[in-house]
């Protein structure tokens, strides 16, 4: 029977918590960190290792999602047709999220948290496992509510964006 002593012990805890990092790394779930959390991690980390990257093919891919030419808010910004500041609103089951698109062209969330995709960032703020995030996050404009996917439909119908095949 083995038996086990301290500096096995807190060796095993240090696998455990490596382990964690790899399989919770926020990067490879889709999440954007605020850079203080997203700097201190790395500098905690002692262990360097490389997870493979998810192929998903494109037949699956054009399967289970629209496509829009790989439109993003951070395009958006880009072309102007969001602003960097602009106030956005999610209302889920009588509850109100709030967000902002920062300067990188994320929604960043109150907490800090910020996404390249409305869908993660609704998810996370709803706590709900999936959320239409171009639909359910509203852009303040002038006394109303604008719903991301009518901000990017317009600008794909004036041309704002190019649509890649």
């Known amino acids: 029977m083995a038996r086990f002593d301290m500096s096995a012990i807190e060796l095993r805890q240090q696998l455990y918590e490596r382990l964690c990092e790899i399989v919770w790394d926020p990067k490879r779930l889709g999440f ?47 072309v102007g047709a969001l602003s960097v500041g602009e106030e956005l609103v999610l209302t889920y089951k009588r509850d109100r999220y709030l967000a902002h698109v920062n300067e990188a062209g994320q929604i960043e ?11 993660p960032a609704g998810s996370t703020a709803a706590g709900k496992p999936t959320i239409n995030g171009w639909s359910a996050w ?28």
């Open 32 to 78: 954007n960190l605020p850079p203080t959390v997203a700097r201190h991690v790395v500098e905690q980390s002692d262990v360097s290792v490389a997870v493979p990257a998810q192929r998903v093919s494109a037949a699956v891919a054009r399967r289970t999602r629209a496509y829009f030419g790989g439109v993003t808010v951070a395009r958006l910004v880009t």
């Open 109 to 119: 969330l109150e907490s800090g948290e910020a996404f390249d995709s409305p869908s």
């Open 138 to 165: 509203k852009v303040r404009r002038g006394g109303g509510l604008t719903p991301l996917h009518d901000v990017r439909a317009d600008a794909l119908s004036r041309g704002l964006l190019e649509v890649a095949t």
